[in-house]
């Protein structure tokens, strides 16, 4: 059985406690490798490591630093099916999808910063014939982030990419429930002799290593993806020591199909927004609003399409759907099931645990569901579930339409479905979601901003956003002397 080890300072490392986590493969319950549970100890060398990094990584030429995340982005690429392979197997995704969108994002948003800070500049306010103000944007210094486990190199070099490009030294936390592509990735960093200390990534335990990460007192600014609850929490921590956070928390997000829509392209994307990734994305449509005119037809389309799901083993090429990140996340999955029948809610499809047979017996997947007849403010309507879970509910006017799409306490996503181009900009407007797409999901580019409204989050990230959060504002106001 493998034993992951933390990477500090160039070297990979067991934990300083010798004290190790399992690690299961969703797909079949069995632990198949163990993680380094990490203590102060270990964050205590990491920061070292980082703080004698600094000067060097920061100093260093703009076109030298980028070259190093090129290199890296290469190697991510080079290695792009065995990370694939380690994604599904550690985190229960269909491999098909871990190879189109964790690795092949991975690479990508290394090569995206490397570039963009080759093209970050900062403003300059000029005050006539007076004065001339001009921004510094030096990096912060060490800085930590602290992915989820529902995308996880993806998110991890989502979030390392620009801390690094931006000219800082890295704490990295990746999630204990799937840490397998970042250890992988140390690995990646040690054969292309990364320099050492700039990045350090430590495993463990959110409430024990990932708090004493976000309490020490020399990481300047956090950058943190996860679910909301654990986001008050550390904002709660972090905000009276004055650090700079940014928060990428959960959503529910609204769908809104109107009667005027593609009928076929809408129904391929609001059932790939409602289940990819086995509906575990932040972004996924698990609420969706359907124009009365086409509610039933919509309806038994859709449900045709989501029992013809194939539910199956990660490694399989065919799956489209695999198993859950865990056990205690199948089990919270299921009892919003058992919720929505207390609701009221019809089940139209799914509804169950899945049994597989052979490897994937005590496997952790659980049926497309798909509920109607649910109040808009029950629980199910209202809560994260972050599962293969979608509700259904008919509207009959554009302004009904938008107060049950804003009618959660999140705003992070949504997308809309019409080809009338004005109802869609007007819509567009006063939607209260950081990010609204028009006929389309999960379009990305990457210089756009990224994050959300209310619940969802604080601050934004993706492109030029990303690159000022990981750098600090000095302005410098120059008096003309004639
Ligand atoms: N991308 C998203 O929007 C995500 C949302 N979630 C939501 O959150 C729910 C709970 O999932 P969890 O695995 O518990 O997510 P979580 O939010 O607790 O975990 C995310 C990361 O935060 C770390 N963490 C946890 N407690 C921490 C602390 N006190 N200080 C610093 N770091 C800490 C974890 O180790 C992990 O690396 C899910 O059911 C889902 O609804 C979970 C993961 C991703
Ligand atoms: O950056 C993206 O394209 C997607 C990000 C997804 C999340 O942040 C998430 O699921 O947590």
Not at 19 to 38: C, Q, R
Not at 317 to 328: I, P, Y
Not at 329 to 340: F, N, P, R, T
Not at 375 to 387: M, S, V
Request: aromatic share 8%.
């Amino acid at each position: 059985m493998e034993m992951l080890q933390n990477y500090i300072n160039g070297e990979l490392l067991p934990p300083a406690s010798g004290a190790y986590l399992d690690n299961p493969e969703p797909a079949t319950g069995k632990v198949y490798s163990s993680i380094p549970d990490s203590d102060q100890r270990d964050l205590d060398a990491a920061i070292k490591a980082a703080q004698k990094a600094l000067p060097q990584w920061r100093d260093m030429p703009l076109e030298e630093r980028a070259q190093w995340l090129l290199k890296l982005a290469d190697a991510v690429a080079e290695a792009s099916e065995t990370l694939a392979r380690a994604e599904a197997i550690d985190n229960g995704k269909p491999i098909a999808f871990a190879r189109t969108v964790d690795s092949y994002r991975a690479a990508a948003n290394l090569r995206f910063f490397a570039n963009a800070c080759t093209q970050f500049s900062s403003e300059s306010h000029s005050m006539g014939n007076e004065a001339i103000n001009y921004t510094l944007r030096d990096p912060i210094g060490v800085v930590a982030t602290i992915s989820p486990w529902n995308l996880p190199l993806y998110l991890f070099t989502w979030k390392i990419a620009p801390a690094l490009a931006a000219g800082n030294t890295v704490i990295a936390k990746p999630s204990e429930i799937t840490p397998m592509t970042a250890y992988l990735f140390a690995k990646l960093c040690q054969e292309i002799e990364f320099p050492a200390g700039v990045i350090n990534i430590l495993h463990g335990r959110g409430p024990s290593i990932g708090q004493a990460i976000v309490e020490h007192p020399a990481i300047k600014a956090i950058s943190f993806t996860g679910g909301t609850a654990t986001g008050k929490h550390l904002a709660a921590t972090a905000a009276p020591m004055f650090k700079k956070l940014s928060l990428e928390l959960g959503g529910k997000n609204p769908t809104l199909v109107f009667a005027d829509c593609d009928f076929e392209t809408t129904l391929d994307n609001v059932v790939r927004a409602a289940f990819a990734n086995q509906g575990q994305i932040c972004l996924c449509g698990s609420r969706i609003y359907i124009e009365r005119p086409i509610y039933d037809r919509f309806k038994k389309a859709f449900v045709e399409r989501v029992k013809a799901m194939q539910l199956g083993d990660p490694l399989e090429e065919s799956t489209q759907l695999g198993a859950l990140v865990s056990k205690a996340h199948m089990e919270k999955v299921l009892g919003y099931i058992d919720l929505a029948k207390q609701e009221g809610g019809n089940i139209l499809c799914g509804g169950n645990r899945h049994q597989l047979s052979g490897r994937c017996a005590d496997g952790y997947f659980v049926e497309p569901t798909v509920i109607e007849n649910l109040p808009l403010n029950c629980r199910t309507n209202q809560e994260e579930i972050f599962g293969p879970i979608c509700t259904l509910q008919p509207f009959d006017t554009d302004a009904e339409a938008l107060s049950f799409a804003n009618g959660t306490e999140y705003g992070l996503a949504t997308s809309v479905w019409s080809q009338n181009i004005n109802r869609c900009h007007q819509l567009a407007k006063q939607l209260d979601f950081g990010i609204v797409w028009i006929n389309t999901w999960l379009m990305r580019d990457l210089r756009t901003p990224f994050g959300g409204m209310k619940a969802s989050g604080v601050g934004r990230e993706g492109g030029l956003e990303a690159l000022r959060f990981f750098t600090e504002p000095k302005n410098v106001c120059i008096k003309y002397s004639i």
